[in-house]
């Protein structure tokens, strides 16, 4: 079964304190719910999520929800999921999870960390999972994408096909995942250019459609003729923008080629359903552990560039395979370093006899 509760309906059941039949009643009438039967032998072991967006956005809460999808049919769990979790309720919505006896909790964001910190410790038995979180204890672990990896390598392409020398990176917030996919961007294009002006904004909502098109014309009309994004419902509006204007731009979390042929270079996938799916594999295996479980380009079915535009110069998709394969291979690593006083993130090349990390000659980032 996969239940589909709207955050009201979710809270005021769980508060009344109804029993499963009378909530599976009132569930069934709304539209977006579906059920499957549940297979023997794993009987009571439920799942659910935790989601901050819509899961029809063909990104990132698709993505989500595609996961425990795919975990109820390998595992034959008890699924559910609530969409659209504000900040203000997303304890509310883990806790109620927590009391009707879901085994596994997954909260999709870093921007659930706060509330898993709080919930978890009243719930010892349940197992709480923050994707792209950064938090770890006994009945708590983060999943990680490398998304610094994927970015790298979207920005050589960036830099290597620019005309304007200038990049920028659109994201919905600023937390270590979007801060780690903008350094990886930043190091990748650096590569190629040392001195190209990467701008950074960050729009306050990932699915805000006219923000993200306004952040983009106004991007556009700074110069910037490479949008690397990072929005859910709202990352259509940054790509078919660009293809308008005619700047090229990056598809994120699923393959997005075909929502703007004439722009998009290729896109940083992440295969989140089959991440969420081995974490419950081994949550249902009692193997999880209070870890962060980090995935990188090692797995090529997780995470992979999608396909290549059109546009794409084929010495390009050269170059880019080639770093890719650098990286798997660890000829290329990223390594822990300050920067102007801060903490951030270097690659290093092993081969390189000076043994010295690779920073940006110029600091040229803007937030």
């Keep these: 079964m996969t239940t589909n509760f709207s955050r009201r309906e979710f809270i005021l059941l769980g508060s009344a304190g109804f029993g499963t039949s009378l909530l599976l009643q009132a569930c069934s009438n709304k539209p977006t719910t579906t059920t499957a039967t549940t297979t023997g032998g794993t009987e009571g072991f439920k799942i ?10 063909k990104g990132w809460n698709q993505s989500g929800y595609e996961g425990i999808n795919l975990a109820k049919q390998k595992l034959g769990a008890e699924t559910a999921y609530v969409e659209k979790v504000a900040q203000a309720d997303q304890t509310e919505v883990l806790t109620d999870f927590a009391r009707k006896g879901y085994n596994l909790i997954f909260a999709h964001g870093g921007q659930f960390d706060a509330a898993i910190e709080q919930v978890a410790s009243q719930f010892p038995n349940t197992f709480f999972v923050g994707v792209n979180g950064n938090l770890k204890a006994e009945n708590i672990a983060s999943l990680r994408i490398d998304h610094l990896q994927a970015s790298y390598l979207c920005g050589i392409i960036g830099a290597s096909v620019t005309k304007s020398n200038k990049l920028a990176y659109i994201a919905g917030e600023k937390f270590p995942a979007t801060e780690g996919e903008l350094r990886g961007f930043e190091l990748g294009a650096r590569s190629v250019k040392p001195n190209i002006q990467i701008t ?10 006219a923000k993200a098109k306004e ?4 991007l556009i009309s700074s ?10 419902n709202a990352s259509a509006a940054v790509l078919q923008t660009a293809g308008e204007k005619g700047v090229y731009a990056f598809g994120n979390t699923k393959d997005q080629l075909e929502v703007a042929p004439k722009a998009v270079l290729t896109s940083a996938v992440k295969r989140l359903d089959l991440a969420i799916a081995y974490i419950a594999e081994l949550a249902k295996q009692k193997q999880i552990k209070g870890q962060i479980y980090t995935i990188g380009l090692e797995r090529t079915d997780i995470l992979f560039l999608g396909k290549f535009g059109a546009i794409l110069p084929e010495a390009v998709k050269q170059k880019v395979l080639n ?14 370093c300050k920067e102007a006083g801060k903490d951030t993130r270097c690659v290093r090349n092993p081969t390189d006899k000076s043994g010295g990390l690779k920073k940006p000659t110029s600091d040229q980032i803007q937030s």
Excluded at 215 to 218: E, F, G, I, Y
């Design 200 to 209: 950074s904004t960050f729009t306050g909502d990932w699915n805000d459609v």
């Design 323 to 336: 770093a890719k394969q650098e990286i798997v291979n660890k000829k290329i690593v990223f390594e822990d």
């Design 223 to 232: 110069g910037a003729d490479v949008i690397y994004q990072w929005l859910d």
């Design 48 to 57: 659910a999520i935790a989601l901050p967006g819509i899961i029809t956005d």
């Design 215 to 218: 952040t983009t014309l106004a």
